[in-house]
Every structure is written in structure tokens, then in C-alpha cells.
């Protein structure tokens, strides 16, 4: 008599990858040190063309500034009461007006060179278009350093870009400032944001502004910042918010990018599971 053995049947089961959601993944990638040497190169040749066109727009910003601060240096002008300034004694921070301006100006071009360069134009035309903009308002209302303004002096080349009279709107507060929105999904535009704030109290402190130069600086680098995204879209066709978000490290905070994110993150879901479940 033959005795057939029964064959067991053991379910075996395939081991279930578990896909990480694209928002961790990119914020993973924060963690990563700064791009290398062939990289940089090949991004830096990719934009050649918008940096040579945001470079020219660089000298342009920069001979503007020249010329209308000598200008406005030369003419008379005419000093005003302030509501804040008359209640505030003049203190003497050079330090922080000079210095730690020069240095902020610095770090703002500094860090696309060394970790973003494919940001590098992006940093260039807006600061050369706040730049051209505070130029040609400053020369409209012909006001005088307020009274009891402590007299400064930058060191080097920065000595050539500063001027008496150049009253609205105030560069040490809205440069900063248009470094927060540059990098404002990367822990950097909280640097940017308390160095804004910091210039802005330096120069009351000063009396080298008038209030309404520090206040109005916020809101005139907000709408240059978004006249210069518009300049952006129309010169680089693959400009887009996104593209901005990724070159400034931004991963997934803000509302907006943090649905699309959650989508993303979904769709790549639903792909890993039914190529499993075919495989």
C-alpha cells in the first residue's frame, strides 16, 4: 500500500516595503552637505545666461545707487519732526550699523555661492531691483539726516554707497528683510528676519532714519520681492513657486506646499502599492 505525504502549504510572504512619505524624504535631504564640486559647476553652467543678465542688472542697481545718493547729498534738504525720534536720545551703535549690516549683506550672496549656487541669480535680481527701487524713491523727497545723528563710516568699498539724505526708504531694514522672503522656508530667514528687526531698531536708535523709513521698508521690499517673482517667471520658463521653494531649501512648511506635498506623498503611495500588487 503506498502512503502518499501530504505536502503542507506554507503561505510566504513577501516582505512589505514601506514607502516613506515624499515630505520626511525631503526634509531628509536638509541633512545632506553642500552639493559638490561637479555639481556646482554644472548648475552654474546651466544659468550662465541668468547670471550674466542678473550680474548686468547687479552694475545697473549699483551705478543708480551711486548716482542718486550723490545727488541727493547735494541738494538741500530739510529736516522734520519725528513722533519717535523726539522721544528717543541718539545712542551710538556703530558697531551693529556697520558691521553687522556689511555682514548680513555678505551672507545673503555668500550662501548661494557655497551651498545653492542655482539661487545665486535669483539672490542678485531681487536685491538689484530693491535696490534700483529705493534709489529712484529716495530722490523724490529731498528730507535731511534727522537731528542728532551719529555720524558713521563703512570701511572699504561700502564707504562709496553711503550717503547723507538718503532717507526712504531705509536699505539696513529692508535688505535683511528681503533675505527672510529669499530664504523664508529655510531656518536661514530667521537669521535674515531678527537681523532686519535688529537693523531697524539700530537706526532709530541712531537717529540715522525716520520712522517712516524703517516702517515703509517692509512693505516696499514685499511688493519689490513680488515684482521681481514676476520678473523671474517671464526670464526663466522653469521658474515657478516650487522651483524656488526646492532652490531656497524649503521643504513642505508652507500651507500651500504642504498639500502639495501630502499629495504627492499619496500618489507615490498608490503607485508602490499597485506595482506590489501586480509584482
Given amino acids: 500500500m503506498a502512503v502518499?505525504?501530504?505536502?503542507?502549504?506554507?503561505?510566504?510572504?513577501?516582505?512589505?516595503?514601506?514607502?516613506?512619505?515624499?515630505?520626511?524624504?525631503?526634509?531628509?535631504?536638509r541633512e545632506v552637505p553642500g552639493i559638490g564640486v561637479h555639481t556646482w559647476i554644472r548648475e552654474l553652467l546651466e544659468r550662465r545666461h541668468l547670471l550674466a543678465l542678473s550680474s548686468a542688472l547687479?552694475?545697473?542697481?549699483?551705478?543708480?545707487?551711486?548716482?542718486?545718493?550723490v545727488y541727493v547729498t547735494s541738494r538741500s534738504a530739510v529736516q522734520v519732526p519725528d513722533l519717535i525720534l523726539d522721544r528717543?536720545?541718539?545712542?551710538?551703535?556703530?558697531?551693529?550699523?556697520?558691521?553687522g549690516?556689511?555682514?548680513?549683506?555678505?551672507?545673503?550672496?555668500?550662501?548661494?555661492?557655497c551651498r545653492r549656487v542655482r539661487m545665486l541669480h535669483v539672490v542678485a535680481l531681487q536685491f538689484s531691483l530693491l535696490l534700483i527701487l529705493r534709489s529712484l524713491f529716495m530722490i523724490f523727497t529731498h528730507l535731511s539726516t534727522p537731528a542728532g545723528a551719529i555720524a558713521v563710516h563703512f570701511p572699504g568699498f561700502f564707504s562709496r554707497f553711503y550717503f547723507d539724505n538718503d532717507m526712504f526708504f531705509s536699505g539696513h531694514t529692508a535688505m535683511p528683510f528681503l533675505g527672510f522672503y529669499l530664504f523664508r522656508h529655510?531656518?536661514?530667514?530667521?537669521?535674515?528676519?531678527?537681523?532686519?528687526?535688529?537693523?531697524?531698531?539700530?537706526?532709530?536708535?541712531?537717529?540715522?532714519?525716520?520712522s517712516i523709513d524703517v516702517f515703509?521698508?517692509?512693505?516696499?521690499?514685499?511688493?519689490?520681492?513680488?515684482?521681481?517673482?514676476?520678473?523671474l517667471?517671464?526670464?526663466?520658463?522653469?521658474?515657478?513657486?516650487?522651483?524656488?521653494?526646492?532652490?531656497?531649501?524649503?521643504?513642505?512648511h508652507a500651507p500651500d506646499a504642504q498639500r502639495r506635498?501630502?499629495?504627492?506623498?499619496?500618489?507615490?503611495?498608490?503607485?508602490q502599492t499597485k506595482a506590489m500588487s501586480n509584482g
Fill in 101 to 113: 549690516y556689511m555682514a548680513l549683506i555678505v551672507g545673503m550672496f555668500l550662501y548661494p555661492i
Fill in 4 to 29: 502518499v505525504a501530504e505536502k503542507s502549504t506554507i503561505a510566504v510572504q513577501r516582505p512589505r516595503l514601506k514607502v516613506a512619505p515624499q515630505a520626511h524624504a525631503i526634509s531628509l535631504a
Fill in 216 to 231: 515703509a521698508a517692509f512693505f516696499m521690499t514685499y511688493g519689490s520681492y513680488q515684482m521681481g517673482n514676476a520678473a
Fill in 233 to 252: 517667471r517671464k526670464l526663466d520658463p522653469a521658474y515657478s513657486e516650487e522651483e524656488a521653494l526646492r532652490a531656497g531649501n524649503v521643504f513642505c
Fill in 88 to 99: 528717543l536720545p541718539p545712542v551710538n551703535l556703530s558697531f551693529l550699523f556697520t558691521y
Fill in 186 to 210: 529655510s531656518r536661514l530667514r530667521y537669521v535674515f528676519l531678527v537681523g532686519s528687526i535688529v537693523m531697524a531698531i539700530v537706526v532709530l536708535a541712531m537717529h540715522l532714519h525716520y
Fill in 58 to 69: 547687479f552694475v545697473v542697481a549699483l551705478c543708480a545707487d551711486y548716482c542718486c545718493g
Fill in 261 to 271: 506635498c501630502e499629495a504627492n506623498a499619496r500618489l507615490g503611495h498608490e503607485d
